[in-house]
């Protein structure tokens, strides 16, 4: 029998291959897996083995010659070597080629006959020579007889316990796995970090400490999906990163009360101010500015890992103690989509945790935001946040300067 | 861009790049074709290359496989699928034997058009889906045209092709509007992703691909569960290797066809299925398929023949409780 050895595929792009260098001549015998020619593709040279036994009958190419891929470069004669080996049932190295038509009639220039890439030969021959799968006994989805013959589930012992339903399918076999090879909390630690449990060898219980050994040495990250607070956060903030924005870095001098949260008092003062500036009280809409009678701010407020911009609406009417009150509230309650809107200007402050300057991004439709830092000899640092499109630079400067000396005096206290 | 539309460009663009392209069938010419296909080619081509022919099914194939030998590349419209079975000696026995019987040294790059399948009260003699019959036949191509796209590119691939093609049409789809996207290569004989899931693979063609997707979200919704949708585009050959990669992935799969139960495409591919792919099945394949009567005239007895969105819905519900989802 003539086996024909074909010029290898040895990349995606790869179309010709040149022939470096024989290994062999004719005459020459070859065993299944030695080493016959050297071939260069577009990437690199690789090497071309025989994957039958043999005599080499003819090279068909000469060294240095460039050949399409799939091409015969030599003919080993099998049958040379019969008498002594027992044939053996190799895969060949490459499909042949699809029949090539050898038809008078070419396509025209315009056309480009498709080939079948998509298309395979049918594969029963292969099946049939495969071994079938080791199954385990019970009444159950082929998939989950094989499955639990991996990995050592008798379903029949169980079904008769009661353990699984009948007929089990793959996912109740793999929870039974689980369970059976599995403490509780290395079950919970796959479930945090989304490993599969199949990543363990399962041929003994497996705790916790050696899931949490797996996950460091791969450093397998743990999974968190995003609160829908998050979500709208990262809305926000995306949204105000679109908005062309300008600082303006002031320091107000600032006295405290005794029983009045500081917040508070930022919020009064600035509610003050806005009286004073109808564009920090405006609203952008499309090309037109809605501006409203009232100093309704939106103070950022932290709840564990979840951050609201709660309003605090009409903030010129009330007194200081009353918008004390209101700010004392917020830790204790949840909030409606009401008091989540209607704000024109905000307020957040990081004073307290010894942070003395920062700038923070604008809420929502908010036209400005107003970020203090910590309070020291007197003073706070305050970063102002505008929106250019709504406040030129000398509009935010005098509401500043406004605000500066509001901050000063004992009004509205 | 219309379904017809697609078809029509890329008979014209194949025309206009080569003169051995013609076109022949009942009413293809003059009156631009009964779903408008042929729309303006007359007038561009004229008769000789866009020929009207008589009412003889037979006569349009063989003429057309004479053509083919002689060096032309025929595309043969037969009005309905179901007119076919006149054509079929020419078809089964001619087209697709030539080049086995002449040792390889003819072919016959013909493409046959046919639009299929259950229209509006069009009744019994009007409305069958064949496609099993030529699926069946060894050197023929089967290509199933479901949407714009691939009418467009998966026509021309056939024109192009040097044996014959049987490309299926689905006479519901020719006046829709639908998404055409532009691709750098084109295989026609692979199935299409339609869309990506992992909990169970709904196999289809022609215009249920339509009828699945529309029951798909309520499936989704009701299982808790996420389904990958396929659309196979060719039948003969057919893209296994897709199948496959699918089918190892969900564990389940379901057909969905228009034709009969009986005998009809499905059944061939459930049962490649279950032969290479048994121990992947987690669950028994369920094949839901139009009924095994004649396609009634009756509106309400034709729909209750074939699937429809609800029916498919309903029924993969029922079988996916059944069977662990």
């Given at each position: 029998m003539d086996y024909k050895i074909i010029m290898p595929v040895l990349s995606d792009t790869m179309d010709k291959g040149k022939l470096v260098r024989w290994r062999v001549h004719k005459g020459d015998m070859v065993h299944k897996g030695d080493v016959i020619a050297e071939v260069e593709s577009d990437k690199a040279i690789m090497e071309v083995q025989s994957f039958k036994d043999g005599v080499v009958k003819k090279l068909l190419v000469k060294e240095g010659d460039e050949v399409p891929v799939k091409a015969p470069i030599a003919i080993i004669d099998t049958e040379a070597e019969m008498a002594q080996t027992e044939q053996q049932k190799q895969p060949e190295i490459v499909q042949h080629p699809k029949e090539q038509s050898t038809s008078t009639q070419k396509p025209k220039a315009a056309l480009k006959e498709p080939t079948p890439t998509a298309a395979v030969p049918p594969v029963i021959e292969e099946l049939l020579q495969t071994p079938a799968p080791k199954l385990a006994e019970g009444d159950a989805t082929p998939a989950a007889k094989k499955r639990a013959a991996e990995l050592g589930i008798d379903i029949k012992g169980l079904q008769a316990e009661g353990k699984l339903p009948k007929p089990a399918h793959l996912k109740e076999i793999e929870t039974e796995a689980f369970r059976h090879y599995f403490t509780p909390k290395a079950l919970r630690l796959l479930q945090e970090y989304q490993l599969d449990a199949k990543l363990f060898t399962l041929d003994h219980k497996i705790n916790a400490a050696e899931v949490e050994n797996y996950i460091k040495e791969y450093n397998i990250p743990k999974t968190v999906s995003l609160s829908k607070n998050r979500i709208a956060v990262m809305k926000n903030v995306q949204n105000a990163a679109t908005k062309p924005?300008?600082?303006?870095?002031?320091?107000?001098?600032?006295?405290?009360?005794?029983?009045?949260?500081?917040?508070?008092?930022?919020?009064?003062?600035?509610?003050?101010?806005?009286?004073?500036?109808?564009?920090?009280?405006?609203?952008?809409?499309?090309?037109?500015?809605?501006?409203?009678?009232?100093?309704?701010?939106?103070?950022?407020?932290?709840?564990?890992?979840?951050?609201?911009?709660?309003?605090?609406?009409?903030?010129?009417?009330?007194?200081?103690?009353?918008?004390?009150?209101?700010?004392?509230?917020?830790?204790?309650?949840?909030?409606?989509?009401?008091?989540?809107?209607?704000?024109?200007?905000?307020?957040?402050?990081?004073?307290?945790?010894?942070?003395?300057?920062?700038?923070?991004?604008?809420?929502?439709?908010?036209?400005?935001?107003?970020?203090?830092?910590?309070?020291?000899?007197?003073?706070?640092?305050?970063?102002?946040?505008?929106?250019?499109?709504?406040?030129?630079?000398?509009?935010?400067?005098?509401?500043?300067?406004?605000?500066?000396?509001?901050?000063?005096?004992?009004?509205?206290? | 861009m219309l379904y017809r539309e697609a078809l029509n460009r890329a008979i014209d663009e194949m025309m206009a790049a080569d003169e051995s392209i013609v076109i022949l069938g009942e009413d293809v010419g003059r009156y631009g074709g009964s779903y408008r296909v042929s729309e303006g080619l007359f007038a561009k081509y004229g008769p000789k290359?866009?020929?009207?022919?008589?009412?003889?099914?037979?006569?349009?194939?063989?003429?057309?496989?004479?053509?083919?030998?002689?060096?032309?590349?025929?595309?043969?419209?037969?009005?309905?699928?179901?007119?076919?079975?006149?054509?079929?000696?020419?078809?089964?026995?001619?087209?697709?034997?030539?080049?086995?019987?002449?040792?390889?040294?003819?072919?016959?790059?013909?493409?046959?058009?046919?639009?299929?399948?259950?229209?509006?009260?069009?009744?019994?003699?009007?409305?069958?889906?064949?496609?099993?019959?030529?699926?069946?036949?060894?050197?023929?191509?089967?290509?199933?045209?479901?949407?714009?796209?691939?009418?467009?590119?998966?026509?021309?691939?056939?024109?192009?092709?040097?044996?014959?093609?049987?490309?299926?049409?689905?006479?519901?789809?020719?006046?829709?509007?639908?998404?055409?996207?532009?691709?750098?290569?084109?295989?026609?004989?692979?199935?299409?992703?339609?869309?990506?899931?992992?909990?169970?693979?709904?196999?289809?063609?022609?215009?249920?691909?339509?009828?699945?997707?529309?029951?798909?979200?309520?499936?989704?919704?009701?299982?808790?569960?996420?389904?990958?949708?396929?659309?196979?585009?060719?039948?003969?050959?057919?893209?296994m290797k897709t199948i496959a990669a699918s089918v190892q992935k969900t564990k389940r799969v379901v057909l969905v066809e228009e034709d009969h139960k009986t005998g009809g495409y499905g059944a061939e591919v459930i049962a490649k299925i279950s032969e290479e792919l048994f121990y992947s099945l987690d669950a028994p394949p369920l094949r839901i398929a139009g009924e095994d009567v004649p396609i009634p005239y009756n509106r309400t007895l034709e729909l209750a023949s074939i699937p429809t969105p609800d029916k498919i819905a309903q029924k993969i519900i029922q079988w996916g409780r059944k069977n662990g989802l």
């Amino acid at each position: 029998m003539d086996y024909k050895i074909i010029m290898p595929v040895l990349s995606d792009t790869m179309d010709k291959g040149k022939l470096v260098r024989w290994r062999v001549h004719k005459g020459d015998m070859v065993h299944k897996g030695d080493v016959i020619a050297e071939v260069e593709s577009d990437k690199a040279i690789m090497e071309v083995q025989s994957f039958k036994d043999g005599v080499v009958k003819k090279l068909l190419v000469k060294e240095g010659d460039e050949v399409p891929v799939k091409a015969p470069i030599a003919i080993i004669d099998t049958e040379a070597e019969m008498a002594q080996t027992e044939q053996q049932k190799q895969p060949e190295i490459v499909q042949h080629p699809k029949e090539q038509s050898t038809s008078t009639q070419k396509p025209k220039a315009a056309l480009k006959e498709p080939t079948p890439t998509a298309a395979v030969p049918p594969v029963i021959e292969e099946l049939l020579q495969t071994p079938a799968p080791k199954l385990a006994e019970g009444d159950a989805t082929p998939a989950a007889k094989k499955r639990a013959a991996e990995l050592g589930i008798d379903i029949k012992g169980l079904q008769a316990e009661g353990k699984l339903p009948k007929p089990a399918h793959l996912k109740e076999i793999e929870t039974e796995a689980f369970r059976h090879y599995f403490t509780p909390k290395a079950l919970r630690l796959l479930q945090e970090y989304q490993l599969d449990a199949k990543l363990f060898t399962l041929d003994h219980k497996i705790n916790a400490a050696e899931v949490e050994n797996y996950i460091k040495e791969y450093n397998i990250p743990k999974t968190v999906s995003l609160s829908k607070n998050r979500i709208a956060v990262m809305k926000n903030v995306q949204n105000a990163a679109t908005k062309p924005v300008y600082f303006i870095f002031e320091e107000f001098d600032i006295k405290e009360y005794e029983g009045i949260k500081l917040t508070s008092l930022l919020i009064k003062k600035l509610a003050t101010a806005m009286q004073k500036h109808p564009l920090t009280r405006a609203k952008l809409e499309g090309t037109t500015l809605k501006i409203y009678p009232h100093s309704n701010i939106s103070v950022a407020v932290a709840k564990g890992d979840e951050l609201y911009m709660v309003v605090c609406k009409r903030a010129e009417e009330k007194s200081l103690q009353e918008i004390d009150a209101w700010v004392r509230g917020l830790k204790e309650r949840t909030f409606t989509a009401d008091e989540l809107t209607g704000s024109t200007f905000g307020i957040s402050n990081l004073g307290m945790f010894g942070v003395q300057r920062f700038s923070a991004m604008i809420n929502q439709s908010d036209v400005g935001i107003a970020a203090f830092g910590a309070v020291q000899n007197g003073k706070i640092s305050v970063t102002f946040t505008f929106d250019h499109r709504v406040l030129n630079g000398v509009d935010a400067a005098l509401f500043v300067h406004d605000a500066k000396e509001i901050f000063k005096g004992d009004d509205n206290v | 861009m219309l379904y017809r539309e697609a078809l029509n460009r890329a008979i014209d663009e194949m025309m206009a790049a080569d003169e051995s392209i013609v076109i022949l069938g009942e009413d293809v010419g003059r009156y631009g074709g009964s779903y408008r296909v042929s729309e303006g080619l007359f007038a561009k081509y004229g008769p000789k290359r866009v020929i009207d022919t008589p009412i003889a099914e037979l006569s349009i194939v063989g003429n057309a496989i004479g053509m083919a030998i002689a060096g032309l590349r025929p595309i043969a419209e037969i009005m309905t699928i179901n007119f076919s079975l006149l054509a079929m000696d020419q078809i089964v026995n001619h087209a697709a034997k030539f080049r086995y019987m002449s040792g390889g040294k003819m072919t016959i790059p013909l493409t046959i058009r046919m639009p299929g399948g259950v229209s509006r009260q069009l009744a019994a003699q009007h409305s069958e889906s064949y496609e099993t019959l030529y699926s069946a036949i060894p050197g023929l191509i089967v290509l199933a045209a479901s949407n714009a796209t691939y009418a467009y590119y998966g026509l021309k691939a056939a024109i192009a092709l040097n044996d014959p093609v049987v490309f299926l049409e689905h006479e519901l789809l020719y006046p829709l509007e639908m998404e055409f996207k532009e691709v750098d290569t084109f295989d026609p004989f692979k199935a299409e992703i339609v869309k990506v899931g992992k909990d169970l693979t709904i196999i289809t063609y022609l215009k249920m691909r339509y009828d699945v997707l529309e029951a798909v979200p309520k499936i989704e919704d009701e299982l808790g569960i996420s389904i990958e949708v396929i659309d196979l585009n060719s039948l003969r050959p057919l893209d296994m290797k897709t199948i496959a990669a699918s089918v190892q992935k969900t564990k389940r799969v379901v057909l969905v066809e228009e034709d009969h139960k009986t005998g009809g495409y499905g059944a061939e591919v459930i049962a490649k299925i279950s032969e290479e792919l048994f121990y992947s099945l987690d669950a028994p394949p369920l094949r839901i398929a139009g009924e095994d009567v004649p396609i009634p005239y009756n509106r309400t007895l034709e729909l209750a023949s074939i699937p429809t969105p609800d029916k498919i819905a309903q029924k993969i519900i029922q079988w996916g409780r059944k069977n662990g989802l």
